[in-house]
T-cell receptor, first 113, second 113 residues
């Protein structure tokens, strides 16, 4: 079955440490996205990539970095520069032709301890 | 500037009754609209969509209505079931933005037995 996998499900990080969240898809989708959700809030776009080796900043990219070396993979690094990293992180992918719609992963809950 | 707004953060409905979730948008270039359902600690899942050439789309208990002149769409769930309790996000894509979706802030639906 095709899908999008995020790992780990839960992640704890000490202040000052970088941490990388994994996102892998086998849907053959060109585009991939990272969102952040805070309690009681909507989805905020961190980074997105329309094609391999290319990515763009979203609305809240500060303190985050990404890479897109393979079509299947779009890892997100939460750096120590991110002031409030505790959140629920969602990865999604999509085709680039209509009709548009995202397939989401199951999310990673990151907690800074 | 929020281009897609869900003005009701929460909605409580009795089991068996109709749930109506609303979404307003400002960008007249939006031509495709989607609803996603999200349970806690999970990724959103696609529920139903509608193209701007239609004013209604139905799928089982779920119906989406689009009023282009009012820039308003709504999701009707009839009859509501306790398993429908979740956060619902509306999303829109614009002709000039390709596959990028703009999300509303979400509405938490609680269906009481």
């Amino acid at each position: 079955d095709g899908g999008i996998t995020q790992s780990p499900k839960y992640l704890f990080r000490k202040e000052g440490q970088n941490v990388t969240l994994s996102c892998e898809q086998n849907l053959n989708h060109d585009a991939m996205y990272w969102y952040r959700q805070d309690p009681g809030q909507g989805l905020r776009l961190i980074y997105y990539s329309q094609i391999v080796n290319d990515f763009q900043k979203g609305d809240i990219a500060e303190g985050y970095s990404v890479s897109r070396e393979k079509k299947e993979s779009f890892p997100l690094t939460v750096t120590s520069a991110q002031k409030n990293p505790t959140a629920f992180y969602l990865c999604a992918s999509s085709i680039r032709q209509p009709p548009y719609g995202y397939t989401f992963g199951s999310g990673t809950r990151l907690t800074v301890v | 500037d929020q281009q897609v707004k869900q003005n009701s953060p929460s909605l409580s409905v009795q089991e068996g009754r109709i749930s109506i979730l609303n979404c307003d948008y400002t960008n007249s270039m939006f031509d495709y609209f989607l609803w996603y359902k999200k349970y806690p600690a999970e990724g959103p899942t696609f529920l139903i969509s509608i193209s701007s050439i239609k004013d209604k789309n139905e799928d089982g208990r779920f119906t989406v209505f689009l009023n282009k002149s009012a820039k308003h769409l709504s999701l009707h769930i009839v009859p509501s079931q306790p398993g429908d309790s979740a956060v619902y996000f509306c999303a829109a894509s614009a002709k000039n933005a390709g596959n990028m979706l703009t999300f509303g802030g979400g509405t938490r639906l609680m269906v009481k037995p």
